[in-house]
């Protein structure tokens, strides 16, 4: 039996805890991946250099000196690392799932943990920041094995409620953080594209990397409603009447299209876009972040 | 256009049931939540637009479904073919109109080729059918296509029910096989049809209430004496048809195809009437026999219809034949007049027994004809009944006898009173010659008077007075005159040369007698060249000069003179003029009564000195003897006795003296029996349809009169009419000739299809149907990505 299955979100919805949902999913995915994306870089790797004037002196090997009475520094750790942060939308529309095991929220935890997982294991510190209207929670990043725990039992915990501003919060977010880093951000982004590129430009000029995991309902991608409904937005509790039946073209145009401006916009700014249903397997986010890491070696 | 079932339309009204469903009970939508609900409001508009035509489209389409379901059930027709054809043709137009329309809308939107193909091949199937249909109706003319053989009609069936219909054949005569033709025609007529069941009688025709008493009316049909011709009857029955309630309309006549039966001036407005009313579909039935073998009588001409004692009976017909010959016995049967009346015994009629008189045996030839003559001597006073029959059976009895009555009375008194000069003897030889009187044979018995006399005598004992050359009467005289003319006596007054002084003729109290105005003026012509000449012999008078014609010998008694008159009054009449156009025999009626004046006197004698004519002894005098008669029958009013009458004809039997009854029971030659009543002195007899001796008999038995009455020889004629005759009667309108209930119904069904959009109306549901099917199943399918 393989572990390829807990690819999949509705096998892994039948694992309760989230560490080891992590584990299922990046050992599935790693176990599926013919050529290793691991190669060319090191996780062991630590160097020393001269010091140069300018340098930190807190740097400074101490032991080294000592024995060679030369001054060296050992920072290579730090830049051969990346700071990742997850970054999940907590609004309340990420709680919405039609007829998939897992919500669009139940699915970008799941991500986000196998991320995580998998990024402590590269020995990369992540971080986790969740946003409403505003940044609610944030763990700094770390690279230690206990942190993960951490931050599994922080996602863990985690209730979407409410309305959202996404613009807002990334903004935020690009003001909070001080290190250049890969933010990843998981968000259904339902609301004004504008004002969300805006905060995304924010980011990718302040030197983030910036994975977007476009997380939608697969009944959102598709649209399988049939008959008079009336639809009723959970956010802002706005309704409307539709022929479903005959609306669905309508639909598929208006959302594809929406992704399609995600997509262009993300590829002008040079921010990763990962569109993303909740019926899709977890490798395919799992390897754009690694395909994303290696491009920045 | 008509419908079998109207009511059905009303469930047209069903179509409020989409429009209630589509407008008030809408649906109630689903509530479901849904966070990309930006993207729906974003193209909820235009949507919307869309889906708001879909529904319109679908509720129209829904809505023609129920509408076209119940047009359907109402089955609508029209009569003509030709109009439904065209009908049918404007429909699939419009329709070949909105695919085309649908054509270049998909064009002009750049539509998938396959809709835009199914939709030009539509376009094609719909023009061809639409051609085929228009040659079908050019080469059909009123032909039909397709069609309900069970959609009501309005239905007439003619009978012929002249006496040649009771023709047997196949122990079946000609009328029971009309009914029984139209006792299945009925049966098989569609329900709820209107039926008319017309004879040829006289009457208007009716549409019965139902099938059952059309049955009956066709059962009770019986042969008639006098009957219109068949083309007078369909015009009649085609008009009537015009207020009938279905567009179908046929109409069945049963005839024996007889050629007197179809014989008509009335056959152009038939077939105008059938050209003009073309929903009319005739069938004519024959249940006639083509080759008939049949004796008949021919018309009876007696020798006088009221005869004198011991006169000689004479009586003429003709036995015709057709068929291929054979040998007959006729008889001549006579009543006695003092034979007992009829008796009524166990309910039915004892007739008196007749004698017979006289017989012939004749032998005829193919379709051969002979004359037959009879002759017996009439003694006793009274009224004589007789019959002429032919012994033997054949096709139609009907013809084979033939009645008469004649009555012998005694001889009528008449007076003659002449004036100074003038010679009686002339009008009383002529009315009664010696040798007549001696035998008792002389019509008429004449008594002689002076003019003086006349006032002391009692005229009531005379039928006629004649004043010969009188001079101007008292006006005493004259209003005893006029009182016995007005009674319904005759008077002649042979106007002669003591008509003098002339006005007083014309006094005011003889005005009555005289309608004339007399010049004081005698034209004298002594060469002789005035003569009488009865051009126009249409008077009754006359009637007898009538065979000889022109070659009566008038100018042979030359007259010389006689009175000019001036003016003659409205109600007065010329009889008879002279040569140079002036009257000479001049009617007067006067109450019942009548008087005849002629201009130049009856009773000159030759041997006077100018004599005004010479009429009763020129040369050649009979046509004096004949008229002094005649015009003596005329005054006594026995020359227009008429006591032989064809069936149908009204009878009037004058009041004859002053003691007859004024009530006579009247038995009838089907063995009943009513009373008769005079009503201002005469008998009036109306319904005289069956041929034989109509016997009149007073209440205690004392006094008998009677009449006869014959079918007419045209109503046993069995000549019949060939199929061109029939075809030319017809004009363009078209019938359809029919022997068996096998060949009604195959041309029935000829006639009655092609009128329905039954089957039309059932496509156009199939077509909607599916179109409403397929659209409702685009806008509602589960899409499966």
């Known amino acids: 039996m393989t572990v390829d299955k807990y690819l999949k979100p509705e096998v892994i919805r039948q694992i309760s805890r989230l560490d080891l949902r992590a584990e299922f999913v990046v050992k599935g995915f790693l176990q599926g991946l013919h050529a290793s994306p691991f190669q060319g870089f090191s996780v062991e790797f630590s160097e020393h250099r001269k010091y140069t004037p300018g340098d930190d002196p807190q740097d400074i090997d101490w032991l080294v000196y000592a024995k060679t009475d030369k001054y060296y520094i050992k920072k290579f750790e730090a830049e051969t690392n990346i700071t990742g942060y997850l970054v999940v939308d907590l609004s309340q529309s990420m709680a919405y799932t039609f007829r998939q095991e897992l919500s669009k929220f139940d699915y970008a935890i799941c991500l986000a943990a196998a991320l995580c997982y998998l990024m402590i294991q590269q020995q990369d510190p992540v971080g986790l920041i969740t946003f409403d209207q505003r940044v609610r929670n944030s763990l700094a990043p770390k690279s230690k094995r206990n942190h993960l725990g951490n931050v599994l039992s922080l996602l863990a915990n985690l209730k979407p409620s409410g309305p959202t501003d996404i613009a807002g919060s990334l903004g935020q977010i690009a ?123 | 256009m008509t419908f079998v079932n109207v009511s059905l339309l009303a469930g047209a009204a069903l179509v409020a049931i989409p429009i209630v469903l589509h407008l008030i009970l809408r649906q109630r939508p689903k509530p479901m939540v849904f966070p990309a609900l930006r993207f729906i409001q974003q193209r909820h508009e235009t949507n919307r637009r869309r889906l708001k035509l879909r529904h319109w489209l679908l509720l129209l389409l829904r809505c023609a479904l129920i509408a076209i379901l119940a047009l359907l059930l109402a089955s609508p027709s029209v009569a003509s073919t030709l109009l439904a054809s065209w009908i049918l043709v404007a429909g699939i137009a419009v329709l070949l109109l909105v695919v085309i329309c649908l054509i270049v809308v998909a064009t002009l939107y750049q539509r998938s080729l396959i809709l835009r193909g199914i939709l030009s091949a539509l376009a094609l199937a719909l023009f061809v059918c639409g051609s085929l249909i228009v040659v079908m109706s050019w080469s059909r003319g009123t032909g039909g296509t397709i069609g309900d053989q069970e959609a009501p009609v309005s239905a007439a069936l003619i009978f012929d029910v002249a006496p040649r219909m009771l023709y047997r054949h196949q122990n079946q005569t000609r009328l029971e096989q009309s009914q029984e033709i139209a006792s299945w025609l009925l049966s098989q007529l569609p329900s709820s049809s209107e039926i008319m069941v017309v004879d040829t009688r006289q009457g208007v025709p009716i549409f019965l209430s139902d099938l059952g008493a059309a049955q009956k009316q066709t059962a009770a049909l019986q042969v008639a004496g006098s009957t219109r011709n068949l083309p007078e009857t369909v015009s009649a029955v085609v008009q009537s048809l015009e207020q009938s309630l279905h567009e179908r309309r046929e109409v069945y006549v049963f005839s024996d195809l007889s050629r007197e039966a179809w014989k008509d001036a009335a056959a152009n407005i038939m077939s105008d009437m059938l050209s003009t009313n073309q929903n009319v579909h005739l069938f004519v039935i024959d249940v006639g026999v083509s080759e008939t073998v049949n004796f008949g009588l021919g018309e009876i001409e007696l020798a006088g219809q009221s005869l004198a004692t011991n006169s000689p009976l004479r009586i003429r017909t003709e036995l015709i034949h057709t068929g291929p010959g054979g040998k007959r016995e006729v008889e001549l049967r ?349 008998f009036v007899i109306r319904y005289t349809e069956d041929s034989g001796n109509y016997r009149l008999v007073s209440e205690d038995g004392s006094q008998k009169r009677g009449f006869s009455v014959n079918y007419s020889l045209a109503s046993t004629d069995l000549q019949r009419i060939d199929q061109e005759n029939l075809d030319q009667l017809f004009g363009d309108s078209s019938y359809k000739l029919v022997r068996t209930p096998s060949e009604i119904q195959r041309e029935q069904g000829e006639t009655r299809m092609g009128s329905e959009f039954y089957p039309y109306l059932a496509l156009l549901l199939v077509v909607v149907l599916g179109l409403e099917h397929t659209l409702a199943n685009r806008f509602y399918r589960h899409r499966e990505a």
């Open chain 2, 334 to 682: 006579m009543e006695r007049p003092t034979a007992p009346p009829p008796i009524r015994q166990d309910g039915k009629l004892l007739l008196p027994t007749a004698r017979i008189a006289d017989r012939a045996n004749c032998e005829l030839g193919l379709d051969g004809v002979q004359s037959l003559e009879f002759q017996t001597r009439l003694a006793e006073l009274g009224t004589y009944h007789g019959s002429v029959k032919v012994l033997g059976t054949d096709g139609l009895e009907v013809d084979d006898i033939r009645f008469f009555t004649v009555e012998v009375r005694d001889a009528r008194r008449v007076l003659i009173a002449s004036g100074v000069g003038a010679t009686p003897l002339f009008v009383s030889e002529a009315l009664a010659p010696r040798e007549y009187r001696e035998s008792r044979q002389a019509r008429f018995q004449c008594d002689e008077i002076s003019l003086q006399e006349l006032e002391q005598v009692d005229l009531s004992a005379y039928a006629a007075v004649c004043l010969l050359d009188p001079t101007p009467l008292t006006p005493n005289a004259w209003q005893h005159l006029v009182a016995y003319v007005a009674e319904g006596r005759g008077l002649g007054v042979f106007l002669g040369r003591n008509a003098r002084p002339v006005r007083e003729f014309m006094e005011h109290a003889v005005t009555e007698l005289f309608p004339i105005q007399l010049r004081p003026l005698v034209i004298h012509r002594p060469e002789g060249e005035i003569f009488l000449a009865a051009q126009d012999m249409s008077h009754p008078v006359l009637a007898k000069f009538r065979a000889a014609g022109m070659s009566v010998p008038w100018h042979a008694s030359p007259v010389f003179r006689h009175w000019a008159v001036e003016e003659i009054d409205g109600k007065a009449q010329v009889i008879a003029t002279y040569n140079n156009n002036r009257p000479a025999i001049i009617e007067q009626s006067l109450g019942r009564g009548r008087v005849l004046i002629t201009t130049t006197p009856w009773s000159d004698a030759a041997n006077r000195s100018e004599p005004w004519n010479l009429l009763p002894v020129g040369s050649q005098s009979w046509p004096f003897l004949v008229l002094t008669n005649e015009m003596m029958l005329y005054l006594v009013a026995d020359g227009n006795i008429r006591l032989n009458f064809h069936a149908g004809e009204k009878v009037v039997l004058s009041e004859r003296f002053a003691t007859e009854p004024d009530r006579y029971r009247m038995f009838t030659p089907d063995g009943t029996w009513e009373d008769l009543h005079q009503i201002a002195g005469d």
């Open chain 1, 175 to 297: 003001a909070m953080l001080k290190q250049r880093s890969l933010v990843m951000v998981f968000s259904d982004l339902l609301t004004d594209p504008e004002p969300v590129f805006r905060s995304l430009r924010q980011l990718r000029h302040r030197g983030h990397d910036v994975i977007l995991f476009h997380i939608l309902d697969e009944a959102e991608v598709r649209f399988p409603f049939d008959g008079y409904i009336e639809f009723e937005e959970p956010e802002t509790n706005e309704k409307t009447e539709v022929d479903a039946t005959g609306f669905r073209s309508e639909y598929l145009e208006a959302i594809s299209s929406f992704r399609e401006q995600y997509q262009n916009e993300c590829f002008q700014r040079g921010i990763d876009y990962v569109p993303l249903d909740t019926s899709m397997q977890f490798d395919k986010a799992l390897l754009e972040y690694l395909i994303s890491r290696r491009g920045r070696f």
